[in-house]
């Protein structure tokens, strides 16, 4: 079964401190991988996917991440926090086919004005 | 386009009670997903419906039960509430036409409190 590792549970940072989360997964075979984002209250968002063609991808408010396969990772940057950026970040991936994907257990990022 | 809707948002029950959760999806999704988000544990899955038929389930007892509509609306079921259960119940909805390719699309979840 798939599984997903993001290993850092607690960032805390100032603003403009450059952000880089870490998410790894055990499948190695094709797989479709996402990060979302749960502001404090909200719901959860996606920040941003990766199915196929550039490994570098770009998401929404500033954010990207990087698809290395030979590593099974995927990981979250962003090069200058904002306050705004607290919140709890997920990966999340899809493996073999499967409609259903697996989450990490989550990084809250907190970020010190 | 109006997104996931879940109610009630905030529930508080004893143990023992049983309780129906319930999800609409973003129009035009077919496909209904429930996890269980706890702080140790993370996001769980618990079951998808698609065509008010369940397709994937997680690994969670029998107490936890769902059901889609024609409509593909969704509700969840928890019989039996254990303390254990208090969770936040996150519904997700995707047009589930691309299978892996499918992005879910969440909703703001239903606070259950268990006392």
Redesign the interface.
Known sequence: AQSVSQHNHHVILSEAASLELGCNYSYGG?V?L?W?VQYPG?????LL?Y?SGDPLVKGIKGFEAEFIKSKFSFNLRKPSVQWSDTAEY?CAV??G??????????TSLIVHP | KA??TQTPRYLIKTRGQQVTLSCSPISGHR?V?W?QQTPG?????LF?YFSETQ??KGNFPGRFSGRQFSNSRSEMNVSTLELGDSALY?C?SSL?VA???????????TRLTVL
Do not use: C, M, W
């Open positions: 094709t479709n996402f979302y909200q719901h959860l968002q996606l996917k199915f997920f899809k493996s086919g499967s409609y259903i994907p697996t989450f990490g257990r989550g | 997104g996931v496909s997903s996890y544990q993370g996001l769980q899955f998808e397709r994937n996150l997700a589930a299978g892996p390719t499918d992005t879910q699309y969440f909703g703001p979840g």
